[in-house]
């Protein structure tokens, strides 16, 4: 199987100290378009998984499995669990894991994070319950199954 990580991206990103959660720091842009992302999943969900039968939109994820690929500092996987999911965030960048981890504690939100690359047999294992969501895509240059 051939690997689809860009050791360059991955230097990029796995710097020590990554501003992640400083809105205003060089991840600024993904925080403006995290509303935009979250609501996209929320439209989603409500047209094709759920018979739109919600009490309550704040956990319109309950139950669903959400997988988050190349998730970084957890920007969009923290928003997703508070509104129910379980999630699981995947990235290349140990630096990026943990400090999604270290985040995620600090807001008392339980969320799986795992610093692995992007592999066939993992998005396998997600996809065996039929309520999983599978988020970004996109980067992957070759994924064979």
Known sequence: MNSTVD???VNHFDQPNQDWWDESGSFSALHRLTPCRVE???QVIKRNIINQQINSS????????IVDVG???GL????LSRLGGNVT???VSKNAIITAKQHASKMGL???YICTPPNPYLFLHFLQNET???LQLFGLNDLSF
């Open 7 to 9: 050791k360059t991206e």
């Open 76 to 79: 969009l996987c923290e928003p």
């Open 40 to 42: 996209y999943v929320v």
């Open 71 to 73: 998730c970084g500092g």
């Open 58 to 65: 704040t956990q319109i994820c309950n139950n669903l499995n």
């Open 89 to 91: 965030g995947i990235d």
């Open 132 to 134: 999983t969501l599978l």
């Open 110 to 112: 339980k969320i799986n």
